[in-house]
């Protein structure tokens, strides 16, 4: 995620190392820098200005009283800096309303029927909601497929009204509906068109007039940089929508959208996307993303997600489990799908506060997995839930059947074993002598 701008940045900053205090010399080489780093990010030419101005006016205040040194204290404004461009705080979706209503608008293409999946997905393990799925885009029949696709993988209903072209009646229908059903929540997708028209932007409009929604929400696909700054303005004027959904975060997005629309809509970005996998949506969060950007990690999300998915019940059945030294295959392919569900590795790894500055060069994705699932699913349930019956043959076997080699198979199962020793250790440290002999 914008790491052409981190590099950039970082590099900026490098003009400062060494000196003893800001000065109004050392700091225009700097800024110029910046400012240049925002632009090639496709930031809004006024945003980037007036950024690099209120950065210098802090630095030259704070640089006397400031007991950082200079590259210090410029990292410091500019990491605030960014964090109240983009909007400072987090953003909470308004869920009051029975059925909450969420309208969603945006492009053809900008990733609208994916994120109502998504955020359905999102607020129902997350806050116990039962949501409705609205298909009123009644001009393609393979977006109303899509959803309906989309919501049976979920498990979350898709209301259609097939050959309705009312797609105002199709909302309020949906409405009643949920209403009828007891569900609390509706998120409505709307048709898109691949520019902004006329006809498109008064059939939200009614939409919105008629349904009331709690929350209109704005998706733009985040690649198309100023162009969506400039679609999210025309929206707004329109619709006065209540935040932005910026998509496509995974790619190589340059950053200029999360950076300029904030400042330019006056709108906060409520939820951004980070991949095709319906758990790849984030509650946006200005001051991690700052941190994100400046090559800090964001220990904060990295924790919400690993809250998100613990399970309490689950952790004291492993934990009994390793006491006894029952810890086997399939608790361990049962925990690669855990660690998957919170996302795409590398992203993980880069919300380590340093590692991302490591590892942003490093290739490393979900595929290391693929071997050792392949292995795993290669056994027998009985060589799964024993793991020291493996022998040559049996081994020999998972190899073929795995597509891997007998090597790779005798080094899993060895660091398998490995990691057991260790955790079965490691839960029986308040007896560090016991912990000796088991090591042994
Ligand atoms: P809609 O026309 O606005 O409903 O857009 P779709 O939901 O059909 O999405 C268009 C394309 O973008 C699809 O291929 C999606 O898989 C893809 N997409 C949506 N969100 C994301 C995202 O956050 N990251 C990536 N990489 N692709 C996405």
């Known amino acids: 995620m914008f790491k052409n701008l981190s590099d950039r940045l970082e590099r900026s900053f490098k003009i400062l190392k060494g000196e003893g205090r800001i000065t109004e010399i050392n700091i225009a080489e700097t800024l110029k820098d910046v400012r240049r780093a925002l632009l090639d990010a496709d930031v809004n030419y006024k945003v980037a200005k007036s950024f690099t101005d209120t950065v210098k006016q802090k630095a030259l205040g704070q640089n006397v009283i400031n007991a950082l040194k200079p590259k210090e204290l410029m990292i410091k404004i500019v990491h605030d800096e960014l964090t109240s461009l983009m909007g400072g705080q987090e953003a909470p979706l308004n869920l009051s309303g029975n059925p ?65 072209k009312d797609a105002v009646q199709i909302a309020l229908n949906g409405i009643a509906e949920a209403k009828r059903n007891h569900q609390d929540l509706v998120i409505i997708d709307t048709a898109g068109r691949l520019a902004v028209d006329e006809e498109m932007m008064r059939e939200i409009e009614a939409i919105k007039n008629a349904v009331k929604p709690q929350e209109t929400l704005f998706v733009v696909d985040s690649m198309t940089g100023q162009d969506a700054v400039n679609t999210a303005r025309e929206f ?24 300029s629309i904030r400042s330019v809509v006056e ?80 992203e993980l790894a880069s919300m380590i506060p340093g590692v991302g500055k490591v590892i942003k060069d490093i290739d490393i994705d979900d595929s290391a997995f693929t071997s050792i699932e392949a292995m795993i699913n290669s056994m027998t349930p009985y060589e799964r839930h024993n793991p020291e019956v493996l022998n040559q043959s049996r081994r020999q076997r998972i190899a073929k059947g795995s597509g891997t080699s007998i090597q790779a198979v005798n080094k899993f199962v060895k660091q398998f074993e490995d990691t057991r020793k260790m955790m079965r250790a490691a839960s029986n440290m308040k007896n560090p002598m016991k912990m000796m002999n088991q090591l042994k």
Do not use: C, W
């Open 267 to 346: 709108k906060p970005i409520k939820y951004i996307g980070t991949g095709e996998k319906l758990e790849d949506i984030q509650e946006f969060n200005p001051e991690g993303m700052a941190s994100r950007i400046l090559g800090m990690g964001d220990i904060v999300e990295l924790a919400k997600r690993a809250q998100e998915l613990y399970d309490q019940k689950e952790a004291e059945r492993l934990q009994e489990k390793i006491k006894k030294n029952k810890f086997d295959f399939d608790d361990f392919l049962n925990q690669i799908h855990q660690i998957k569900k919170m996302g795409n590795i590398k």
């Open 236 to 259: 707004n004027e329109r619709l006065d929508f209540n935040g932005v959904v910026l998509t496509k975060l995974d790619g190589d997005t340059r950053g200029g959208a999360a950076l």
């Open 100 to 164: 909450t209503v969420i309208l969603m608008s945006g492009l053809q293409g900008s990733g609208k029927t994916t994120f109502s999946g998504k955020l359905a997905k999102k607020l129902k393990s997350s806050k116990g909601k039962r949501p409705l799925l609205v298909a009123a885009d009644v001009y393609r029949p393979a977006a109303i497929e899509q959803l309906k696709v989309l919501g049976e993988s979920i498990g979350v209903p898709v209301y259609t009204e097939d050959g309705n």
